[in-house]
């Protein structure tokens, strides 16, 4: 149905119809709306301001337009993102909130500036949560920014207390800098904190490395004693020290199969055998020291297990017995 334009919706007893021009009607259970918007400027366009990314309004960092004491404020303007510095069209509703106070600030004689916007954003879908802060990996790439990740699938609170269900976060940081870009994390409970606390993160312009130093509120109930955004911010701060080194998904074609590295999967015999990924050598963690001698030196290994905690064991063994070591970002799990 691609390239069909939609001309509406009907209501139906069992679902929506979805009408299309010059075309038979879709049938669908649910229909789901995510194209983003388009500023309608047509006032201002007449008024000859300058606009800039699809037809928004430009302004200063004072929300003034390019006519002097004309100010614009919202899902119409062109900002500046705050990570990048590079022009953007974000509409959010706290944005817009914040402009609108700045430019009441200045009509009224003062001086407030508006530092760009980061894109921290959430939604919930269903039972699950999904939230963002910062630059993405893929814009980030864009922006011409060398950068690195982790991500890594923490419970959303003790995994001992009843309750806690898993999410998965991204972090994203450039690299040589280890400055913090952003964050996505996906999961049912507890993620609108931790995007929170990483949103301030990034707006404080802490490190990636320091966000294991955040002292977070800890209980049971609500975190783990060292909490996903402490988590993260470990890890970070073992690729800096070069304890840990990772490979990625995307990766994965480009690892060699030629029996030139060691393919080597960390889990129990019983989660291998629920799944797996072709070419690797079950040797379960617990089993690495005896059994480290049927892994051929010389060879770099490629590790991977199901959440890279125990991968990341099995890494630091083979390390300390001379071997070159890759941990598979995020796990089997995420891979699953």
Sequence with gaps: VLGYTVEGFKEKDNGVEVLLKDNPSLQ????????????????????????????????????????????????????????????????????????????????????????????SSIIKV??????????????????????????LSPMSHAGYYPGGKVMTMKVVFEKETYRLLGAQIIGYE????????????????????QLKDLDLAYAPPYSSAKDSVNMAGFMIDNIAKGTLKQWHLEDMDKISRDKSVVLLDVRTVGEFNMGHMDGFKNIPVDELRERINEIEKGKPVYLICQSELRSYIASRIL??????????????????
């Design 28 to 119: 669908a259970d649910m229909v789901v709306l995510a194209i983003g918007v388009t500023p309608d400027t047509v006032l201002a366009k007449e008024a000859g301001l300058e606009l800039g990314i699809k037809e928004s309004i430009v302004v200063n960092d004072r929300m003034e337009t390019s006519v002097p004491d004309i100010y614009a404020a919202g899902d119409a303007v062109q900002v500046k993102h705050y990570v990048t510095g590079n022009d953007a069209l974000i509409s959010l509703a706290g944005p817009a909130n914040k402009q609108g106070r700045i430019i009441a600030d200045n009509i009224c004689g003062g001086d407030s500036r508006y530092l760009g916007s980061q894109g």
């Design 126 to 151: 269903f039972d699950m949560t999904a939230a963002t802060t910062g630059i993405n990996e893929t814009n980030a790439k864009k922006s011409g920014l060398e950068v690195d990740t982790v991500i």
């Design 190 to 209: 507890g993620v609108d904190k931790r995007i929170d606390v990483l949103a301030t993160a990034i707006h404080a312009g802490l490190k990636a490395t």
């Design 319 to 336: 390390e300390g017995n001379g071997y070159e070591t890759y941990n598979f970002s995020g796990g089997f799990r995420f891979y699953d």
